[in-house]
Structures are given as structure tokens and as C-alpha cells.
């Protein structure tokens, strides 16, 4: 089955930018998605389609995608910002998330 | 207002049977397809399955932890989804989100808040 693999944790200082990493197999041939998890919320979708931003996303919330690593950029990062992170492949008709990433903003 | 609404999340013994209700509003859910993600607590998001429009033929998919136990269903006429969970286990305990691919296509952008479904004797 694919696997999507994220490091456990990223930490930033406020202001700076922060990139969270998403390793998988020909990610070149799939798209990224980056969804943000607030504690005790719902996931909300921040990037689609590796670089496109929803409405209603901040500026400096991007995406990119090459070979075999998808990313997530925050420039700018604020405190607001400090949560779970997780990336989504499409698998043929299935889903694949990956682990997830604990954004801390120090 | 575009909205996912769950319910029917409690408590159940191992072994039993659950089914958790999503209903919608706000978009055109006859034409949408109708996915569940679970977390348990303190973990990762996981997929558990979809269920494709009529247009699609209904066509379900469901990952490897859940398959031949759980089956999702849905009802055009009142724009609600259903997770029917069999043979339950402690480790199915977990929140159960449903969500869809609204305005995108292909992206999760509408989410319910979750339900609570807790497996333990």
C-alpha cells in the first residue's frame, strides 16, 4: 500500500519560515494535499492540487511538489499557525494521509 | 451555510454495531462523493472509506483496517450518509469525520465536526 512519511515535528520562531516535508513514493505522478488540524478541531484544507491555495488561506501558506517530497511553506509564520499538519495522496480510488506534523511556534 | 453534521457516535462493546449518520446542506450532495476519516485519540488522521455519487454508480472503496467490517451507504433523498461499523473493535475507537471534495474536485474542503465512537466492555 503507498505511505506517506512526515517528520513528527517542525518547530519555528515566529516570523521566520517553517517547511514540513512529505515523503512518498512517485509523488511527481500524484498530487499533494495539506490539510491543518487545530486541537479539538476539525482539519482544514490549506493546500490542493500541490500548489493551490483555497479561498480564504493566508498568502503565506504555499505548497510545492518535486520528484519524491512535497512540501508545505509557512513564510512569516504567526502563533496562530502552531498546529497538526498532515499531507493526502490519492492511491488509484483510495486516500493515503501521512502521519502528520506538530508545528510549534517557539 | 455548506455543513456536514455527524451523529450517532456512543459507546459499544467489542463485537457490536454502530452506524453513524452525516447529514449535509449547503451543496449539491446528490453529486458529491462522501468520504469518512477517523482519529483516533491523540493520533493520526486515517481514511476509512467513500462512497461515489450516482453518477458513479455508488461505487465504494475502504481501507485495509476497516474492510468487510464497516460499509458506507448513502440517502440522495435526505442528503445524509451513513457508516454502518460491524464486528467492532477496541482499536475503532476514535472520532469519525465525515467529509467531501466541494468546490475543488478532489480535496477534502468540507468537514463535519466529528462524532465519538468509543468500543470497550
Known amino acids: 500500500s503507498y505511505e506517506l512519511t512526515q517528520p513528527p515535528s517542525v518547530s519555528v520562531s515566529p516570523g521566520q519560515t517553517a517547511s514540513i516535508t512529505c515523503s512518498g513514493d512517485k509523488w511527481g505522478e500524484k498530487y499533494a494535499y495539506w490539510y491543518q488540524q487545530r486541537p479539538g478541531q476539525s482539519p482544514v484544507l490549506v493546500i490542493y492540487?500541490?500548489?493551490q491555495r483555497p479561498s480564504g488561506i493566508p498568502e503565506r501558506f504555499s505548497g510545492s511538489n518535486s520528484g519524491d517530497t512535497a512540501t508545505l511553506t509557512i513564510s512569516g509564520t504567526q502563533a496562530m499557525d502552531e498546529a497538526d499538519y498532515y499531507c493526502?495522496?490519492?492511491?488509484?480510488?483510495?486516500?493515503?494521509f501521512g502521519g502528520g506534523t506538530k508545528l510549534t511556534v517557539l | 451555510e455548506v455543513q456536514l453534521v455527524e451523529s450517532g457516535g456512543g459507546l459499544v462493546q467489542p463485537g457490536g454495531s454502530l452506524k453513524v449518520s452525516c447529514a449535509a446542506s449547503g451543496f449539491t450532495f446528490s453529486g458529491s462523493g462522501m468520504h469518512w476519516v477517523r482519529q483516533a485519540s491523540g493520533k493520526g488522521l486515517e481514511w476509512v472509506g467513500h462512497i461515489r455519487s450516482k453518477a458513479n454508480s455508488y461505487a465504494t472503496a475502504y481501507g485495509a483496517s476497516v474492510k468487510g467490517r464497516f460499509t458506507i451507504s448513502r440517502d440522495d433523498s435526505k442528503n445524509t450518509a451513513y457508516l454502518q461499523m460491524n464486528s467492532l473493535k477496541t482499536e475503532d475507537t476514535a472520532v469519525y469525520y465525515c467529509?467531501?471534495?466541494?468546490?475543488?474536485?478532489?480535496?477534502?474542503?468540507?468537514w463535519g465536526q466529528g462524532t465519538m465512537v468509543t468500543v470497550s466492555s
Open positions: 467529509t467531501t471534495t466541494g468546490t475543488t474536485g478532489d480535496a477534502f474542503d468540507i
Open positions: 493526502q495522496a490519492w492511491d488509484s480510488s483510495t486516500v493515503v
Open positions: 492540487q500541490d500548489t
